[in-house]
């Protein structure tokens, strides 16, 4: 099981937007600001998409925006596109013996 | 441009050890460390542990303290994941990525493949 925890899929349609969450404890996404989500397409490399909560990397369109709200933090994809499709994982620190956790993934569908 | 190029496929016995490569080019290697993530069979994605490229600094996950090793040799740019005692829950594609909590560059992957 993992740490963080997210949906299990999202989708929605061409040019609409969404969120995913991601849900931790006070050990981590409550304590830090040091959350990721990254992108991955199956068969490649996963891609970071946004760091320290609500920073975008150059190159990574600003459809893309990060959030946090006290354990929970968010991922909103706007103006949904085909490519947006993949699988999406929050990262935090934490706190405990294992430093870095993941969420356990969502699968993001564009209908 | 930022690179991490990693060592090929392996298939490997229960109870043997694999140790695979992440060569880095287009960034000072010193100036970052590189953290290692495993994603098994329809499972997600998995931290496992961190070093400095600076002074050889670790810090692992919990749950494989005792069977990994990470080092790096700063003469090539390259960080190595070693993974000892395998079982088929070991089976998974392994990435090395720049930086701890901040994964701004993956490599490719290694599929690793623990079958009797």
């Known amino acids: 099981q993992s740490a963080l925890t997210q949906p299990a899929s999202v989708s929605g349609s061409p040019g609409q937007s969404i969120t995913i969450s991601c849900t931790g404890t006070r050990s981590d996404v409550g304590d830090y600001n040091y959350v990721s989500w990254y992108q991955h397409h199956p068969g490649k490399a996963p891609k970071l998409m946004i760091y320290?909560?609500?920073n975008r990397p150059s190159g990574v369109p600003d459809r893309f925006s990060g959030s946090k709200s006290g354990n929970t933090a968010s991922l909103t994809i706007s103006g949904l596109q085909a490519e947006d499709e993949a699988d999406y994982y929050c990262?935090?620190?934490?706190?405990?013996?294992?430093?870095?956790?993941f969420g356990g993934g969502t699968k993001l569908t564009v209908l | 441009q930022v690179q991490l190029v990693q060592s090929g496929t392996e298939v490997k016995k229960p109870g043997a050890s694999v140790k695979v490569s992440c060569k880095a080019s287009?960034?000072?290697?010193?100036?970052?460390?590189v953290s290692w993530v495993r994603q098994a069979p329809g499972q997600g994605l998995e931290w496992m542990g961190w070093?400095?490229?600076?002074?050889?600094?670790?810090n692992f996950a919990q749950n494989l303290q005792g069977r990994v090793t990470l080092t790096t040799d700063t003469s090539t740019s390259t960080a190595y994941m070693e993974l000892r005692s395998l079982t088929s829950d070991d089976t998974a594609i392994y990435y090395c990525a720049r930086g701890f909590g901040k994964l701004d560059y993956w490599g490719q992957g290694t599929l690793i493949t623990v079958s009797s």
């Open positions: 320290e909560v609500t």
């Open positions: 287009g960034y000072t290697f010193t100036g970052y460390g």
């Open positions: 990262s935090s620190y934490t706190s405990s013996a294992t430093y870095v956790v």
């Open positions: 070093t400095n490229a600076h002074n050889d600094e670790t």
